[in-house]
């Protein structure tokens, strides 16, 4: 499935704020949120609708709500709870889940060490949040733990991903709609993004 790119002048300019290695941890947090509500609204956009009668002030009408399945968010630990409260602001009732997921540092190759997810998991629609998809093997994992407990629709929502990420995503995982903010240039040999933000868990957490 060919990946959604953001092309938003308000995403854009926020991503550029948070790309400053100036900007600090509030500020960074907050940007965050705000452009995870921005994605959200495109990551939401296929949501299904229905039409009920409601009464306005004036008559009786019929009015499109939403249907179907239910939504859940699910961040990847630490650096997607970042992402949560932003979406949270569009949609409201999803549940939320968690896997935790560090990248170790030598091999740079995901190491789980949390899952809990809605039990009604697979019954729901899934968007799997982190702000960044580097080699993409942690979002790869997730998303595998998440189809074992029975998910099938399932989205990923990043905010700066490198091709790497997004070759490797597509491949493990063709059935995800992969979204993200930018599409940057590269990994450089720690296998960090270029130009990217740097950590992104470090910058929200101010741990480093
Ligand atoms: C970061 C980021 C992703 C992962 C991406 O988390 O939030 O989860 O790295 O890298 P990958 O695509 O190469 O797997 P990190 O492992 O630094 O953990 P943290 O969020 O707890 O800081
Ligand atoms: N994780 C981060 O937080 N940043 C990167 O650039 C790569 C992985």
Redesign the pocket.
């Known amino acids: 499935m060919k990946p959604f790119i953001m092309d938003h002048p308000l995403i854009k300019h926020k991503l550029t704020l948070i790309r400053d290695k100036n900007t600090g941890s509030k500020e960074f947090r907050e940007l965050i949120t705000e452009v995870a509500t921005l994605m959200c609204y495109e990551a939401t956009r296929d949501l299904p609708l229905e039409e009920i009668e409601i009464e306005t002030p004036i008559c009786k009408t019929k009015s499109q709500v939403i249907s179907g399945r239910k939504l859940a968010v699910v961040p990847?630990?630490?650096?997607?709870m970042g992402m949560v409260d932003g979406m949270m602001t569009l949609v409201p009732a999803a549940k939320i889940g968690h896997i935790?997921?560090?990248?170790d540092p030598k091999t740079?190759?995901?190491v789980e060490y949390y899952c809990k997810l809605p039990a009604d998991i697979s019954q729901r629609e899934v968007i799997v949040v982190?702000?960044?998809?580097?080699?993409?093997?942690?979002?790869?994992?997730?998303i595998r733990m998440i189809k074992e407990k029975g998910a099938k629709n399932i989205k990923f929502m990043?905010i700066i991903a490198?091709p790497e990420?997004l070759e490797?995503l597509t491949k493990a995982h063709p059935d995800v709609q992969i979204y993200c903010a930018s599409l940057d240039e590269k990994?450089n040999d720690d296998?960090y993004i270029i130009p990217g933000l740097g950590?992104?868990?470090?910058r929200?957490?101010g741990?480093k």
Do not use: E, F, N, Q
Request: overall charge negative.
């Open positions: 990847i630990l630490r650096a997607g935790g997921l560090y990248r740079h190759t995901p982190d702000p960044m998809l580097a080699t993409g093997g942690s979002a790869v994992d997730a990043c490198a990420g490797a990994l296998k950590d992104a868990g470090d929200i957490y741990t």
